[in-house]
């Protein structure tokens, strides 16, 4: 499995799948989840009130699927992302599940590039370097069967240099 680390704006990446770092409510919202939301257009809310009205909201660490509307993707795996308030531990433990879940969900699209943005490590202030090691570490430990890239896609060069660093 090939491991990427890219400054760019996800909802530009052609993956198969590309990671949107949702709210709860999987109704769109401000950063990643904004950007995904606008760039992909009204299909991808549509199929995310559908998720809604059939399981409720989305819990921290849980990933669902919709497809990726006007995106250059095939999919978009919504997962939520902790709020950072210091509980390292169970934190830690929850920010792994959004990328071993995502994972999962991915492996049984059978897709074979997947693109994740730095989940909780913008509004939801998660210290940026634990987020990374927690990040190669969910993806290091992964045992996959179809996916073949996994890319990093960072939106500062902060965050593209503790990446990068991570990955040396």
């Given at each position: 499995?090939?491991?990427?680390?890219?400054?760019?704006?996800?909802?530009?990446?052609?993956?198969?799948?590309?990671?949107?770092?949702?709210?709860?409510?999987?109704?769109?919202?401000?950063?990643?989840?904004?950007?995904?939301?606008?760039?992909?257009?009204?299909?991808?809310?549509?199929?995310?009130?559908?998720?809604?009205?059939?399981?409720?909201?989305c819990k921290t660490g849980e990933?669902?699927?919709?497809?990726?509307?006007?995106?250059?993707?095939?999919?978009?795996i919504h997962t939520v992302g902790?709020?950072?308030?210091?509980?390292?531990?169970?934190?830690?433990?929850?920010?792994?599940?959004?990328?071993?879940?995502?994972?999962?969900?991915?492996?049984?699209?059978?897709?074979?590039?997947?693109?994740?943005?730095?989940?909780?490590?913008?509004?939801?202030?998660?210290?940026?370097?634990?987020?990374?090691?927690?990040?190669?570490?969910?993806?290091?430990?992964?045992?996959?069967?179809?996916?073949?890239?996994?890319?990093?896609?960072?939106?500062?060069?902060?965050?593209?240099?503790?990446y990068k660093k991570l990955l040396?």
């Amino acid at each position: 499995m090939n491991i990427e680390v890219i400054k760019a704006d996800i909802t530009k990446i052609h993956a198969d799948v590309i990671v949107n770092a949702a709210n709860s409510s999987l109704l769109g919202g401000g950063g990643v989840d904004g950007a995904i939301h606008r760039a992909g257009g009204k299909q991808i809310l549509e199929e995310c009130i559908q998720i809604r009205d059939r399981q409720g909201k989305c819990k921290t660490g849980e990933a669902v699927v919709t497809s990726a509307g006007n995106l250059p993707a095939k999919y978009v795996i919504h997962t939520v992302g902790p709020v950072w308030n210091g509980g390292v531990e169970k934190m830690s433990k929850l920010l792994s599940n959004c990328y071993k879940n995502s994972l999962q969900l991915a492996e049984s699209l059978g897709i074979k590039t997947i693109a994740f943005p730095n989940i909780s490590t913008g509004v939801y202030r998660f210290p940026k370097e634990l987020a990374g090691k927690i990040a190669v570490e969910a993806v290091q430990n992964f045992q996959a069967e179809n996916i073949k890239k996994i890319i990093f896609v960072c939106l500062d060069d902060e965050n593209e240099m503790i990446y990068k660093k991570l990955l040396d």
